[in-house]
């Protein structure tokens, strides 16, 4: 059964300008480590570390929606061809 809203929803990922995207994953650890230095010991801060991945999840997840569209509702009163 195909799935009208998350249709909608892909449309709506698609209309993010490359630019944009290309600002966050610049900003957002999408194409680097992820783990942090302390700057106090020098030792991996473990909590920003994890805030950097936190980050970097949302940027993995538009992605992923964007990668290719899901099945396109079918019109009404078109019967699927099965």
């Not at 799935?3 to 995207?21: A, C, G, N, T």
């Not at 302390?38 to 929606?65: A, C, W």
Request: proline fraction near 7%.
């Amino acid at each position: 059964m195909k799935d009208p809203k998350r249709f909608d929803l892909w449309q709506q990922y698609s209309k993010i300008p490359e630019y944009v995207l290309k600002d966050l994953e610049d900003r957002f650890c999408f194409n680097r480590t992820t783990a942090r230095q302390s700057e106090v010991d020098g030792k991996l801060d473990p909590y920003f570390t994890i805030f950097n991945e936190g980050q970097r999840s949302v940027l993995l997840h538009i992605r992923e929606m964007l990668r290719e569209p899901p099945d396109i509702p079918e019109e009404e009163g078109q019967e699927a061809k099965e």
